[in-house]
Structure formats: structure tokens, C-alpha cells
């Protein structure tokens, strides 16, 4: 911000010393009255800058901007007429031998109506620069303001995707362990070592915007084998990641909803069915399909936690926009869910 502000600074004196430099650069070569300087160019710019600089810092701001056009306007007419009128005032008293001016105003009107024409709007051109000047920066402004809005507002909506995920997730895993305390201890046992990792991971690697996909690899392989504990015999799990290092990273926690997702539908009590897992990492696009059995639960059944699709969609809405493709199908009553995304 300093630094903009002393470049701001700069650009100023140096339009200001080009403004005044110009009668020397125009006139190279030839004879110059330092008089006639002043009279000409330097005291109209003077009072041009005040006009300019009153405007940017004061006028617009106070009367412009807060819409109260008609005092704006007057002030400025009141300005600007009365240094047409102390410009004349001074080079009749100061410079009226240099300039031998002449009689204006000879009764017929229209030679002192055309000077008062060209006068107001040689006047009225550091009014309009300030105006545009002070505007372009109100707009860029507001345009930066409404930018870090937004982008507050991003950070804020997949914050509360990210932390809606992670209660849903650990209820269903102790649901999960719950159901496996009687029946097999040790698997049990087992289970909890394993949610422990998992909610290490969660806890204090996801905090991050972007994480190895590798990290993210091995996070799904763990959450897959603990779902694997509290299936039967007849639903058979497959699994397929990229096994070496791809360099890709990606945002936290966006398939884990899709493995869920495929365990709660894909999994019968009492029928034989297949969860298919596959990720494949081409260049830095990922493609992540999850197939399973189709197997719709009741509307009251809580064996999931509801919201990991509608979570998916809308945080690759937010984190990926226009590089990401989301589509699910139920197809031989088998549901497929695709998820390919394009990173950086």
C-alpha cells in the first residue's frame, strides 16, 4: 500500500511538471518571455490544479459521490468563474503591456461570448480528468472489495462443507464399530486403531487448501478397509489407485462421500453384491469412479450421513469451476458415480 501510494505520488508531480515544462518544449529553439509564460500557461494551470485537487480530495467525494449533483455542479461553476475572473483581473494589473490586450466586449456580444466559451472549457477539462480519475479508482475499488467478498464468502461456504463432512463421518465410523463390539471384539479393536488414523488425518492434514494426492490415497485405502471389517462375506470389495507418486495435489476430503456413499447403497444383508473403487491420475487430471450394487435405503435409515453427494456437488462448484465433472447413473441397477477433475 505505501509503495502505491509513492508511485501515485510520482505519477502526479511528474503530469504536473510535464504540464508545466510544455510552453519551453513547444517553443524549442525560439524566444521566450517568461512573462508571457505565466500569463499564458502558468497561472491558468495553477488554477487548474487547484480545481482538479479540490475536486479529487474534497468535492466529489463530499457532493458527487453521495449524489448531491446540483451543489457539486454549483460550486464548481463558482470556482471556475471566479478564477476566469481573477485571471483577467491579474493580467490586466500585471501583464497588460506584454500582452496588449484588446477591447473584448464592442457591443455586439459574440467576441466576449466565444472567450467566455473557450475559458470555461479550458476549465472544465481538470474538472472532467478528475471526475473519470476519482471514478475509475472508486470502481476499482469496489471491484477489489467485492473480489475479497466473494472470496471470504468461498472460504467461509467450503469451511462449513468441510466441518459438515468430518461429525458425519466420525458418527458413522463409531456407528460402524458399535455394531462389531459384540459380535467380534478384535475386529473392534482394530477398527478404532484404524478410526484413529483417519481422524488424525482429518484433524490436522485437511486444514490445508491442497494436500498430495498421495496423502489422500492412503487416507481412502484405510477408510476402505475399515468399511471392509463390517461387511459379510457376501459383498466383495475392489480397489484400484495410482501407485506411484503423481505430484498432483488436490483439495481434501472430495471422494470420500463417493466410498460412503457406495457402502451405504451398494451393501445387502441378505443378497451378494460388489463395490468397484478405481482412481486413474493422467497428466493433472484425476478420474475417480466408484460402481456398486444398487440397494436404496428407507428414507429414516441413517447408516450414512445424508449429504455426501449434495456436499461433493457443491464443493467442486466452489473449488473447481469449469474443470470438474460430476455425473452419476444407475445402470443394470448398478449405480456408478464419476468424479474427473482437472487441477493445476
Known amino acids: 500500500m505505501y509503495k502505491n501510494k509513492n508511485i501515485t505520488l510520482f505519477s502526479h ?85 506584454i500582452l496588449k490586450k484588446p477591447i473584448k466586449e464592442d457591443g455586439n456580444g459574440p467576441p466576449f461570448k466565444m472567450f467566455l466559451y473557450i475559458q470555461m472549457l479550458s476549465y472544465m477539462a481538470p474538472l472532467l480528468f478528475s471526475i473519470t480519475i476519482k471514478t475509475t479508482k472508486r ?17 467461509s461456504e467450503l469451511q462449513h462443507l468441510h466441518y459438515q463432512l468430518q461429525p458425519h463421518f466420525f458418527f458413522n465410523s463409531l456407528n460402524n464399530i458399535y455394531a462389531m463390539v459384540d459380535l467380534s471384539p478384535e475386529q473392534a479393536k482394530t477398527s478404532i486403531h484404524s478410526l484413529s488414523k483417519l481422524m488424525r488425518y482429518m484433524l490436522y492434514d485437511t486444514n490445508e487448501e491442497l494436500v498430495a494426492l498421495s496423502k ?59 463395490i468397484c473403487i478405481n482412481m486413474a491420475a493422467t497428466g493433472k487430471t484425476v478420474l475417480f469412479t466408484t460402481e ?19 456436499n461433493i456437488e457443491k464443493r467442486i462448484e466452489l473449488l473447481y469451476p469449469n474443470k470438474s465433472k460430476f455425473v452419476t447413473e444407475v445402470k443394470d441397477h448398478r449405480f456408478i458415480a464419476s468424479l474427473e477433475i482437472e487441477t493445476d
Request: hydrophobic share 45%.
Open 292 to 310: 456398486n450394487d444398487n440397494f436404496p435405503k428407507k428414507t429414516d435409515d441413517k447408516s450414512g450421513s445424508g449429504i455426501g453427494l449434495p
Open 13 to 97: 508531480l511528474l503530469v504536473w511538471l510535464v504540464l508545466f515544462s510544455m510552453p519551453y518544449v513547444l517553443s524549442y529553439g525560439q524566444s521566450q518571455e517568461i512573462e508571457r509564460v505565466i500569463a499564458h500557461f502558468w497561472i491558468p494551470l495553477g488554477f487548474y490544479f487547484i480545481i482538479f485537487y479540490s475536486n479529487y480530495f474534497t468535492l466529489i467525494d463530499r457532493f458527487l459521490f453521495t449524489k448531491k449533483i446540483l451543489i457539486f455542479v454549483l460550486v464548481n461553476l463558482v470556482m471556475i468563474a471566479v478564477f476566469i475572473t481573477l485571471k483577467e483581473q491579474i493580467e490586466g494589473v500585471f501583464f497588460q503591456e
Open 139 to 155: 470502481w476499482v475499488q469496489t471491484e477489489n472489495e467485492r473480489k475479497e467478498a466473494a472470496h471470504i464468502k468461498l472460504k
Open 216 to 274: 489422500e490415497i492412503d487416507f481412502m485405502k484405510k477408510y476402505i478397509d475399515l468399511m471392509k471389517l463390517r461387511v459379510s462375506d457376501k459383498t466383495t470389495v475392489h480397489y484400484q489407485f495410482p501407485s506411484e507418486e503423481t505430484g498432483i495435489k488436490i483439495a481434501p476430503l472430495l471422494f470420500i462421500s463417493l466410498i460412503e456413499n457406495a457402502f451405504k447403497h451398494g451393501v445387502s444383508g441378505s443378497k451378494e453384491s460388489t
